[in-house]
C-alpha cells in the first residue's frame, strides 16, 4: 500500500466521519468509565489475592 493509496483512504475516512451528537457522547463517556471501574475492581482483586496468598506479606 502506498503513501498516495493510504492519504486517499484517510481522506475518505475523514468526509464519512461526522459529530456525535450529544446522546450518543454521552453514551460513549459511560460506557469509558465503566470500562475504566471494571479495570480497576479487576486490579484491586488481583492485588487483594496477591497479598492474601502471599507469605508473611502481613507481618511486614
Not at 446522546?23 to 492474601?52: N, R
Amino acid at each position: 500500500m502506498g503513501l498516495r493509496s493510504f492519504l486517499s483512504q484517510c481522506a475518505r475516512t475523514l468526509k464519512l466521519a461526522v459529530k456525535p451528537g450529544k446522546s450518543e457522547l454521552w453514551l460513549s463517556i459511560k460506557i469509558c468509565f465503566l470500562g475504566m471501574g471494571a479495570v480497576g475492581v479487576i486490579g484491586f482483586i488481583i492485588k487483594l489475592l496477591a497479598s492474601v496468598l502471599q507469605p508473611g506479606a502481613a507481618a511486614g
